[in-house]
């Protein structure tokens, strides 16, 4: 079992950047698959970002491809998020998650953090 815990989120103006953190702790970090989704307000929760074992392969949805960078340290047990080019859109819960396959849609995730709000103003 794993257990994650997100930071970073707040309130940014559209174009600005924000750095979302996951720690995680528990069994081995690198055994897992993580990823970043997130759940705007009356939304359902959608796929962000996801990133290999290793971190060799970094996934990402079409609407943040460019502008998000996913990463993880597993010396550190921490993936992050970089979010730049921020738009309101944008605004949302963040969740990350981790899962022993690579999987991309969020019911197939085993483990979650309890979610960072991030808001976007315009």
């Known amino acids: 079992q794993v257990q994650l815990v997100e930071s970073g989120g707040g309130l940014v103006q559209a174009g600005g950047s924000l750095r979302l953190s996951c720690a995680a702790s528990?069994?081995?970090?690198?055994?897992?698959?993580m990823g970043w989704f997130r759940q705007a307000s009356g939304k359902e929760r959608e796929f962000v970002a996801a990133?290999?074992?290793?971190?060799?392969?970094?996934f990402y949805a079409d609407s943040v491809k460019g502008r998000f960078t996913i990463s993880r340290d597993n010396a550190k047990n921490t993936m992050w998020l970089q979010m730049n080019s921020l738009k309101p859109e944008d605004t949302a819960v963040y969740y990350c998650?981790?899962?022993?396959?690579?999987?991309?849609?969020?019911?197939?995730?085993?483990?979650w953090g309890q979610g960072t709000q991030v808001t976007v103003s315009s």
């Open positions: 998650a981790a899962d022993p396959d690579l999987v991309f849609t969020w019911d197939d995730y085993d483990y």
């Open positions: 528990g069994r081995t970090f690198s055994s897992y698959v």
């Open positions: 990133i290999t074992w290793s971190g060799a392969r970094p």
